[in-house]
Nanobody
Framework: QVRLEESGGGLVQPGESLRLSCAAS????????MGWYRQAPGKQRELVAR???????RYAESVKGRFTISRDNAKNTVYLQMSSLKAEDTAVYHC????????WGQGTQVTVSS
């Protein structure tokens, strides 16, 4: 059974921070690189950050220097620390493997607005 449960989203003002969490089933988490994706209204889903099992990370240019992805292999959880948030970061954020499985969780809404 694949489980991907995102949490931590909310409404924040520009410049503020949020930390997203994603709990995944062990079968998914233990053997894959994990990624955080986002989809804004009217736009395609994009991969914003990924982390391998060993901890190597990569970021989209639009979030580099502001977002940090991390994972706790003991808890099967991946995190996304988002700082200096901008209006253009507004989206539904999902976690998944990279490349992604066909199953997606419900995601968590992040809204950045003054």
């Amino acid at each position: 059974q694949v489980r991907l449960e995102e949490s931590g989203g909310g409404l924040v003002q520009p410049g503020e921070s949020l930390r997203l969490s994603c709990a995944a089933s062990g079968s998914v988490f233990s053997t894959n690189a994990m990624g955080w994706y986002r989809q804004a209204p009217g736009k395609q889903r994009e991969l914003v950050a990924r982390i391998t099992r060993a901890g190597s990370t990569r970021y989209a240019e639009s979030v580099k220097g502001r977002f940090t992805i991390s994972r706790d292999n003991a808890k099967n959880t991946v995190y996304l620390q988002m700082s200096s948030l901008k209006a253009e970061d507004t989206a539904v954020y999902h976690c998944n493997t990279d490349p992604p499985l066909t199953k997606w969780g419900q995601g968590t809404q992040v809204t950045v607005s003054s």
